[in-house]
Each structure stands twice: as C-alpha cells, then as structure tokens.
C-alpha cells in the first residue's frame, strides 16, 4: 500500500508512465494543473508547496523502489518545475505555451547549475534541477512580460 502511494505520487497519477516522452507528459500535467488553480493564489501557493514537499519525500523512495538514479517516470519534479515557472506571471495562453517550450528546453539542455544539480542525490537530485529550471522559466517569463509592456505593439 505505502510503496503504491509513493509510487502514485511521484509519477503525479501514473503520468510517469506515458511511453516516450515521460516528462514532457508530466509537464503538461503541470500546466493542467496550473489552468486549473490559476486563478486563487492562496490555493495555488498550497499546491505548490503541497507538490513540492511531497515531491521531497517521495522521488527519492521511488528512485530507491525502482533501483534507477532519477528514474524517468517520476514526474512530479516536472509539475512543480511548471507551475514554479508560471507562478506570478499573468495569465496568458501565449504566456503557458512560452513556458512549456522554454521549461523543456532548460530542462533538457541542463544549463549551469541545472546538470550539477541533478547529481546530488535522492529527492535532492530528483526535485532541484527542475526546480531551477522552472525559476530560470518563470525569470525569462516575467523579462519578457516587463519588456512588453515597456514596448507595446504599435
């Protein structure tokens, strides 16, 4: 039952499990996540910090349950990564979409200190590389917001 639970939740309910492409799919749970707690703040700082302490407890038992560093089904990394990205920035589909692309691409070309990160071990090297790559995600997000508001379409 316990290793079920653990299992559910850092797969974020099987997503994990998607062929292929396993992260990406938990990217996507993130951003359904976020359409769907976008607009309440406080209930989306709660799930936030709910997925992120969860994310902490459980990525590391799985990656032990499964005998793989950083196993590929856990994706509950990715959906914190997510909606760590699209926090604060103010909705706009153009905006999610931005972020998806970007979120991957961080999140695949590991720039620096994403790919030490990943290193470290258990929930630690699980959760942290995609924690920075959504902060670096939510960063170039909230650039591109001021930057178009200071220079508005003509």
């Known amino acids: 039952m316990f290793k079920s639970l653990v299992r559910m939740v850092s797969t974020f309910f099987y ?10 799919a938990g990217s996507l749970a993130g951003i359904l996540g976020y359409f769907l707690i976008k607009n309440n703040l406080l209930v989306y700082l709660f799930t936030l910090s709910t997925l992120l302490v ?22 509950i990394d990715e959906v914190c990564g997510m909606l760590l990205g699209l926090l604060f920035v103010p909705y706009n589909i153009k905006l999610v ?40 995600t939510n960063i170039i997000l909230q650039a591109v917001v001021m930057l178009t ?5 003509k």
Do not use: Q
């Open 15 to 24: 997503t994990g499990y998607f062929p292929l492409i396993p992260g990406t």
């Open 54 to 75: 969860l994310g902490f407890l459980v990525s590391g038992r799985t990656e032990k349950l499964i005998g793989k560093k950083d196993p590929p089904c856990v994706v």
């Open 97 to 136: 979409i931005i972020a998806f692309f970007i979120f991957r691409i961080l999140d695949t070309l590991k720039p620096f200190p994403v790919g030490r990160l990943e290193r470290l071990k258990g929930s630690l090297g699980i959760m942290t590389d995609d924690l920075v790559a959504g902060l670096y």
């Open 149 to 153: 508001s200071l220079f508005p379409p």
